[in-house]
């Protein structure tokens, strides 16, 4: 087993490598449908799904909640003499992790890979410190980075935001914090560098200078993307749609939020969206609804996989269990060419009581088997052609005559309502949605 652990101890003992040993396998520890190198259309399961592991929750999140202490007592910190030496352990115990798991790519934040220094300098300086170790581990395995990006919301400092702070000093403290921590993805190879904007928003808009807060923030961006190029950088910058809390009102809402900011200010050239699941849910809105949007607008990038409870109304960050759900998210997906740099980020983390080492492969072997029937459902679904047939057939009218004309925009209003004149009962044709949804059914159960 030692192929599969680094360092001198292994943090997950009697855990192998994962496995496929298909539906039929009453094996917790196996994958019962991500069979990584099967062809689904012209690639294989792993290249569809570019599965990652968020380093923050499944190695820095101990289980505690409001209401009680933690639960999870870490092997990785337990004989660690320093905070350094601890994030060490803590790095040796991931990349064991994504090993046995099979991921190929995982995410992080620059707190959680490297502790928060006295100054600045000093928190740079452990983070260069621990992606050096990062960078030979990745040598070591070829476990690539997705993406990384910076915690700009658990310091007191950034209460009332990071770059829409009402202090300038703030402001500048968490560009140098972005600064290290685009030096870090860039230098581990990052194909990717994530914005979440935890505490840009408001609390109140009786203390609140909403208009100079934004134009703050699209400063700030644009500064960071300007940076990162001057360095090299060559991947993409995400930006990640969340409605509220910690804020009442976040001024990345949700996609089409994001979609008018990027584009008010310019940003949208170098600018995609990583969206997430549960994320979607506290907008208002279905996670497919969420993803088709993006790729209408041309800003679709990467996904935070996951679910929320919607009884609940809170980020629960669950791991996705629905197929209903991932096969209309993977559809969505593949419609509009599949993954580039992105990739699905299990941002997800296992509950207060889940205390076994085994329960944190459980998860993602569940929430990696889920994508995996959606992927292959959504394939069906293109596959078959019936679905997209039915949309193309519904929007007919926009492809000869005068439809054609309006839809390339060579009708002026006048002309588009003399036609309207002469049309009479119109527009009284079934969508078929009932049908639609009792033929999306039968691709779920495979018939």
């Not at 294989?44 to 499944?58: G, N, P, T």
């Not at 050096?132 to 476990?143: H, R, S």
């Not at 993805?185 to 909403?210: H, K, V």
């Not at 569940?366 to 679905?387: N, S, W, Y």
């Amino acid at each position: 087993m030692a192929e599969y652990y680094v360092g001198n101890k292994e943090y997950f003992p009697g855990i192998g490598k994962i496995i496929y040993e298909g539906p039929k396998s009453d094996n917790p520890l196996a994958f019962k449908y991500y069979d990584a190198e099967k062809k689904v259309g012209k690639k294989k399961m792993k290249d569809h799904l570019r599965f990652a592991i968020a380093y923050w929750h499944s190695f820095c999140a101990d289980g505690s909640d409001p209401f009680g202490a933690p639960t999870h007592p870490h092997p990785w910190i337990v004989d660690a003499k320093s905070p350094l030496e601890a994030a060490e352990h803590k790095l040796n115990a991931a990349f064991e992790f994504f090993t046995k798991l099979g991921a190929e790519f995982y995410c992080f934040h620059d707190r959680d890979l490297a502790p928060e220094g006295e100054s600045p300098a000093e928190s740079e300086k452990n983070l260069f410190a621990l992606a050096a170790k990062a960078k030979k581990l990745q040598k070591a395995t070829g476990i690539k980075l997705l993406w990384g990006t910076a915690n700009l919301f658990s310091h007191p400092r950034f209460m009332n935001g990071a770059a829409t702070n009402p202090e300038f000093s703030v402001v500048a403290l968490a560009a140098a914090q972005v600064k290290a921590a685009i030096d870090v993805t860039i230098e581990l190879g990052g194909q990717g560098y994530t914005f979440w904007g935890g505490r840009e928003g408001y609390m109140s808009l009786l203390n609140t200078d909403l208009k100079k807060e934004k134009e703050h923030l699209a400063k700030f961006l644009g500064a960071a993307r300007d940076y990162a190029r001057k360095q090299g950088f060559k991947g993409v910058f995400y930006i990640e749609p969340k409605p509220m809390e910690p804020t009442k009102h976040q001024y990345d809402y949700d996609v089409e939020t994001v979609a008018g900011f990027l584009r008010y200010y310019g940003l949208d050239k170098d600018f995609r969206l990583n969206i997430e699941a549960n994320h979607a849910e506290l907008a208002g809105h279905d996670f497919a609804h969420e993803l088709e949007t993006a790729a209408a607008l041309g800003l679709f990038g990467s996904v935070d996989a996951n679910r929320g409870e919607p009884r609940n109304g809170w980020d629960t960050d669950q791991f996705p269990t629905s197929y209903y759900e991932t096969a209309l998210a993977m559809y969505a997906i593949l419609k509009v060419g599949g993954f580039t740099s992105g990739g699905l980020n299990f941002d997800a983390k296992i509950r207060r009581n889940s205390i076994d080492p085994a329960d944190l492969f459980e998860a993602h072997i569940g929430g990696m088997d889920t994508f995996a029937v959606g992927l292959e459902i959504a394939q069906r679904i293109i596959d078959d052609g019936k679905l997209s047939a039915f949309v193309k057939k519904r929007y007919a009218s926009f492809n000869s005559g005068d439809g054609a004309k309006f839809d390339k925009g060579e009708l002026s209003f006048e002309d588009l309502a003399k036609l309207g004149s002469k049309y009479g009962k119109a527009g009284i044709t079934s969508g078929k949605q009932e049908r639609l949804e009792n033929i999306l059914n039968q691709y779920l159960l495979g018939l």
